[in-house]
């Protein structure tokens, strides 16, 4: 009986420690890069997260084609046009930094979903727009 | 911070206001010195009579000089001594007193000052109740209290900023962002924090009951806590759901985001322990389990306070998280390790061996199926549930930890990974409250159960005629898929059926077990009650979202358009008054009608001028709740230009709108001289405009900028009945001129959604805090355990 006991123990033990390393991995493999531009360019794959701040005076909006364009400029300085499709964004001008989700075409990159991050003067809620993909 | 500019007519900061600072800051350190008292006076080996009275009066008054602490920054807030940086970083004077409260939790002093208290609260009332377990409890529960307090000293809400040495008066404060300006920022937070500090109590009980070397008598103790911990936690939970549902304007209640993430983890494993507590006192055995399970929820919610105010996340996270003070941060990350290693180092010298020695005999049946067994699956899944959740919150501190690239963790990867937890825990939900502690063959199980899985399919039959004649005219699209894992594609209205059977699976189950049970015992069912609140939420929050529908429409003003059934009319705003649109309760008025009835849209509407003087339209959306669905009205910022101001040389033309507009600028001409009032510049322009039909019609047309004793003014000029035009600029040395179309009417990009059983959401969430706390009353200790532990056997 002991022993039975123990070896579903062991069982569960490694069952478990297996689901979380499994786990681990997938989460590990399947999420996506933070980039700046010079790796964007060097990247062929699709759901890029380009981090950096916008240059406000190139934003152009197009509420109507929910389409915003704008030039960002990444933490070396570098800087990349962005073609931004989704989700309505109503406080783009209100945006401190930015993550664009996407990938690149052309030298551009076309981005489907937007993260803005605004000078939140309270951090327990999100000044997201975007809607998940 | 404070302009330096400005300040000199800013009056001197009332003395009553330097002396609630000062008095704040000395509450702190009050308090601080009574956790210490607290903790001396209770781990000393040797212990007078009045060591030990000095020990639980110090417990007390140290809490009670917090909420000391607290009222003066509530005071500070409420009269707006903006001499305060804190008070004037999230402070507003011309804001309602509910957003002017709001300001004390909305920054990181404040929401530490809050957790500190939301603790307290907790600490004395389980001290009083903590028998034998009530020394090492406090000696725990003290050190946490003081270290909280260590960090508020260091970072303190009570700093003043002083010009030139002097305390003076700034007129206003930054104020809370407009988007938080919501009547949930004044009731999630003290919620949350509620859950927050009540996790404290279970850690600080298993930690106790190691040292009291007794690892069987606190779990009655602290059971009734640790129900009442995960139904406040879980109801916090979903009020930012809820938040997030309302103003955010995409009608999704939870996207997987560190903040929610940090709350989420200690949540499961807080309801985990308290089913680990249900087979000891049952069966008396998990001795072990339980203690190891006890220090989770606290520990896992201090590690992920750690990782969002560290700025591990910063880039990982869309939330801007304030980082902390370094100092501050540090004693957060000494706490968290001590408090972890500190734990499970006694655990592992300690509680495992004490609970070995008293862990009953393992009696179960070899065959068949029994509730331990039950429970420990549930137990596992929770557990991994937790534990995943946990890992993916943590991917970028690991990689950065690892010198690697940091990586986003996506909420459809989240999906993917608990769909596995999820579904097993619905059906373990609904079997084990069937399962007998004792032997039970699985024939016997599934006999049971029969009745429910018949009334389960029957359910789905009416689920599926619901599905199939769907009210407000909503067909569900039958040929919809969604994304599997192994880059599978699954059919959609199918897999949905799966998971809406699991959840009435677990929801008729209960129910029936109530009906069983409520004459035999009815303050016994709470734990069912809860049950079934988390099967509704999870089919509320499934059927919403999975079988959502959106639509678009941009209405012009006067027009009418019509979306998911509903003829949509622009009425006008709500605020008639001149410059209504500025005022900050101001709707847009839309009327909906179909041809079951209607309602008015009221979407929030308003405008700010920003820093850099341009019109800043703040929108909310509206939420209509049916019996049976949602319309979700998502307003966007009103369009008044067709695009940017085009600057176009003279002679050359500009394309806009796809081509559809185009602009010949033929040069400028002057009335007037230059430099003096009255003089005109008109630009001469042709505007060729494809309508609707196709047909090209040209527009001549001559917007003018005139200098007026007031500065420049811009004349509009008609181009057709749809567009005007206007002159923002012009080169005088490029010829060029900057043109401007715009739209006579203003047009409101709306998006639209169809969310069936939002209801369930709502009615789940109250549901699981009601069986919670009716458990929790059902559960609490009769009567006050013995305190000395020499009663103890």
Redesign the interface.
Known sequence: ?ASK?KLGAVV?VVV?LG??LA??F???E??????DVE?ALANTGDGL?L?GSIDKKSV?S???Q?EISFDLVDAKGKTMHVDYHG??I??I??A?KV?AVGHVKDGVFLSDKL??????????????????? | MLEAAAHQHWPSAPAWAVDAGILGKTLILLALAFFLTSILGWALPKRTRLMEVAAKWGFVLGGVMLFGAFICLGTLFANDQFEYTYVF??GDAETAMKYKIAGIW???QG?FLLWACTSSIFGIFAARKAGIYRRWFTVAYATFLGMLCGILAYETPFEMARLHGQALLPPQG????A??QNYW?TIH?PTIFMGFGSLTVAFAFGLAAMFTRNVVDWVPLVRPWVILSTAILGLGLCMGGF??YET?????FW?W?P?ENVSFVPWIFSATLLHGLIVQVARKRWYSGNLAMAGLPFVTFCYGTFL?RSGFLG????????EMNRVALWILAVFVVLGTLGYYGVYAFLGARLAKMVSGP?DAPARGVNREGLYLSGV?LL??LS??VA??MS?PF??SLANQ?????????YH??VVWFFVPVLIMMGLAPFVSWRKMGWLQLLNRVLNVIFLTIGLLGCVLIAIKFAPGAIAIDQSQRIPFPLKLWAPLVPWMLVLISVCLFCLVANVWRIVETVRRAPFSVGGFIAHIGVATLMAGLIISRGFEHRE?V?LQEGDVASALGYTITFRGMSNQEEQGVFQRDNKALFEMDSKDGGFTARPGLYYEI?SDE?L????WPHVEHMPTYDIYF?L??P?LDV??PQSIPAGGTSELAKGEIKIKYNGVKREGQPGKVGTKFIANLDIAVTGADGVVRTHHAEPSMEITPNGIAKNQAPVDDQLAVTMEGMNVGQGSAMIQMHFTRA?Y?I?LYYKPMTILVWLGAGVTALGGVLAALYRRPAKTAPEREDVAA
């Open positions: 009986m006991v569960t478990a689901a979380m786990i681990g997938t989460f590990v399947n999420a996506n890069p933070y980039v790796q997260h981090l152009h197009n509420p109507l929910r989700e309505a109503s406080n001008n209100e401190d993550v993260n803005i991050k605004c000078p939140s003067k309270y951090e327990d809620k999100r000044p997201d727009a975007g809607k998940p993909a | 970083s999230h909305s920054g990181q929401s930054a104020g809370l962002t988007s938080l920022v937070p938040w997030a955010l304007g995409w009608g999704g996207m985001d903040v969002t880039d990982a996270s869309v939330h801007s998280f304030a393992d596992l557990s991994g534990a995943a890992i993916g991917v690991f990689m690239k940091p990586k986003a963790v996506e909420e459809w990867l993917r990974v678009r941009d920003s341009q800043k339209p703040i929108v998502s966007n910022p369009v695009d940017d047009i990009p998006d």
